[in-house]
């Protein structure tokens, strides 16, 4: 059981689906944690305050790491297997093949810059929320306005408004987002095909399926990026001196 | 009318290879592409020169053994033809072609244009039977077979073995050959009772042979000369997958 898993071409498959499954599903939940921050900057607190360093959330967070983690090394080898069935010598001549997606043929590539974009959403939010209140009590002071301003890792929402004022941070997340909107196009329906669950009929659908997922993912996570952009004067002034409830 | 070849020459296994061109000229728009090679061997004969290998046999799209990489597309630019199925006209008059062999590391050039596509014989041999005791021939109507499934299992046994899916696949895999050999024996019940050891058998065998693990490009059922849908690797998956949680 556990060896096809690892040493034959259709488990392998089914462990990258089942892990995108999962990363898929999570991209969700944390879409809609922050579409509380449309609503109310305390409501985003007090889920941030809920998902902070306790049993359940840090549990969480290890899964979550260890569907990456899988995702990714499965990722590597299989483009190192395929890499090497395609042989040393390569066509002189390549086309797009009818109806064949370009995502499709460079899930590597976005992965890559998926992971790219995830190490600097680490530094800018993990390591300044979930990190600090691991390690005791290391403050997040940046400068704002010419004062150093204290970030308390349960102030989500300053420090979310505090990152998103930089234009430059709004333009990466957004560069970041569209590779995933790629990624997912493919991903989505990919994935109920490595299990099986696919035929004429669905293709359309599935696809279909797939560019309204990654479309909502992408829509879900801009909006607040834009907005915080836009009002990011007003937050900050309003949660500066927000304390949690103790 | 008149054409310019770049045809991958190589004398052996061993042998590093290189595109060569020629020029054939005076060719008739219905002039099949294979008869337009036969013509430039023809005058290759003639000045003296080693003619170029390539794979044919039946020449009316059945037995699966022409191959080519034509302009970047296994079996030419036409959909749903194998290359002996494709004809001058489909060209442009001056129109200059790269022809090149199937290149997968499963299946070696042993000369110019001709691989070693034994591979597939191998994953065949695997399990892409049905084991039978044959007494008389049993009466034609005797097991019953809803339509729907007949038809699907003929879409499936259409595959002629040509190689072009793990030709064109950027990873080199088989999967929709495998499918549809899995797929067609699957849909009756003959088939049926050995499904589970079918699909072990025939995925291992892929995989120790070094083919690729499937993606889900679609570039395969694009180029198949038989249009083969990758709905048969869907139920190649699911075949293989409940196989090996009943184990
Ligand atoms: C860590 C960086 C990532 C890399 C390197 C990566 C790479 C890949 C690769 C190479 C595939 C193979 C395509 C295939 O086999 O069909 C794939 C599939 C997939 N990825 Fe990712 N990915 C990454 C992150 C993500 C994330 C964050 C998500 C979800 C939001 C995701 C969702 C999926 C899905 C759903 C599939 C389809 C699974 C399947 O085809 O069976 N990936 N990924
Ligand atoms: S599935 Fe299509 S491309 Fe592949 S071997 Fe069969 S006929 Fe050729
Ligand atoms: S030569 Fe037989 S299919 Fe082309």
């Known amino acids: 059981m556990s060896c096809f898993l690892t040493n034959s071409s259709l488990g392998k498959k089914l462990v990258m689906s089942v892990t995108g499954c999962f990363l898929v599903l999570f991209i969700l939940f944390h879409m809609s944690m922050n579409i509380t921050l449309l609503f109310s900057p305390e409501a985003y607190n007090m889920v941030c305050e809920f998902l902070g360093a306790n049993w359940y959330a840090l549990v969480g967070t290890v899964i979550l790491v260890a569907g990456i983690a899988i995702h990714f090394i499965y990722a590597l080898m299989l483009t190192v297997d395929n890499y090497r069935a395609r042989g040393k010598q390569r066509?002189?001549?390549?086309?797009?093949?009818?109806?064949?997606?370009?995502?499709?043929?460079?899930?590597?590539?976005?992965?890559?810059?998926?992971?790219?974009?995830?190490?600097?959403?680490?530094?800018?939010f993990w390591s300044k929320m979930q990190l600090v209140?691991?390690?005791g009590s290391h403050y997040f002071t940046p400068e704002i306005d010419g004062t150093a301003t204290v970030i308390n890792p349960a102030n989500g929402a300053l420090l979310v408004a505090y990152t998103f004022s930089k234009w430059y941070n709004v333009l990466i997340y957004i560069l970041w987002l569209a590779?995933?909107?790629?990624?997912?196009?493919?991903?989505?329906?990919?994935?109920?095909?490595?299990?099986?669950?696919?035929?004429?009929?669905?293709?359309?659908?599935?696809?279909?399926?797939?560019?309204?997922?990654?479309?909502?993912?992408?829509l879900g996570f801009a909006v607040v990026l834009i907005l915080m952009y836009l009002n990011s004067g007003d937050i900050i002034a309003q949660m500066s001196h927000w304390v949690p409830e103790a | 009318m008149n054409f310019?070849?770049?045809?991958?020459?190589?004398?052996?296994?061993?042998?590093?290879?290189?595109?060569?061109?020629?020029?054939?000229?005076?060719?008739?728009?219905?002039?099949?592409?294979?008869?337009?090679?036969?013509?430039?061997?023809?005058?290759?004969?003639?000045?003296?020169?080693?003619?170029?290998?390539?794979?044919?046999?039946?020449?009316?799209?059945?037995?699966?053994?022409?191959?080519?990489?034509?302009?970047?597309?296994?079996?030419?630019?036409?959909?749903?033809?194998?290359?002996c199925q494709i004809y001058m006209r489909k060209f442009r008059d001056g129109q200059t072609i790269v022809i090149e062999p199937w290149r997968s590391a499963a299946f070696p050039v042993i000369k110019d244009l001709v691989v070693d596509r034994g591979a597939y014989d191998k994953i065949l041999q695997a399990g892409g039977f049905v084991s039978v005791r044959t007494n008389s021939v049993p009466d034609g109507n005797a097991i019953p077979i809803p339509k729907k499934d007949a038809d699907e299992s003929m879409d499936a046994a259409a595959c002629v073995g040509c190689g072009a899916c793990a030709a064109t696949c950027k990873n080199?895999?088989?999967?929709?050959?495998?499918?549809?050999?899995?797929?067609?024996?699957?849909?009756?019940?003959?088939?049926?009772?050995?499904?589970?050891?079918?699909?072990?058998?025939?995925?291992?065998?892929?995989?120790?042979?070094?083919?690729?693990?499937?993606?889900?490009?679609?570039?395969?059922?694009?180029?198949?000369?038989?249009?083969?849908?990758?709905?048969?690797?869907?139920?190649?998956?699911?075949?293989?997958?409940?196989?090996?949680?009943?184990?």
């Open chain 2, 172 to 247: 080199g895999s088989a999967m929709l050959f495998v499918a549809a050999r899995v797929s067609s024996l699957a849909k009756l019940p003959q088939g049926r009772v050995e499904g589970a050891r079918r699909a072990k058998a025939m995925v291992a065998k892929m995989d120790e042979l070094g083919f690729g693990n499937c993606t889900n490009t679609g570039a395969c059922q694009a180029e198949c000369p038989k249009s083969i849908s990758i709905a048969h690797i869907a139920r190649l998956n699911r075949e293989f997958l409940s196989a090996k949680f009943e184990d």
């Open chain 2, 4 to 83: 310019t070849l770049k045809i991958w020459r190589q004398k052996d296994a061993k042998s590093h290879g290189a595109f060569e061109t020629y020029k054939v000229s005076d060719i008739s728009p219905d002039t099949s592409f294979l008869e337009m090679m036969d013509i430039l061997n023809n005058n290759l004969i003639h000045e003296g020169k080693e003619p170029v290998a390539f794979d044919h046999d039946c020449r009316e799209g059945i037995c699966g053994m022409c191959s080519l990489h034509i302009n970047g597309h296994a079996h030419g630019p036409e959909q749903a033809v194998t290359t």
């Open chain 1, 133 to 135: 209140e691991i390690m």
């Open chain 1, 179 to 218: 590779a995933l909107w790629f990624h997912l196009t493919h991903g989505v329906w990919s994935m109920f095909q490595s299990v099986g669950w696919a035929n004429d009929t669905w293709y359309p659908r599935l696809k279909c399926i797939a560019k309204i997922v990654a479309t909502l993912v992408l």
């Open chain 1, 91 to 124: 066509y002189a001549v390549t086309v797009k093949e009818k109806g064949v997606e370009w995502a499709s043929k460079n899930m590597l590539l976005l992965g890559w810059i998926i992971i790219g974009g995830l190490a600097l959403h680490l530094i800018h």
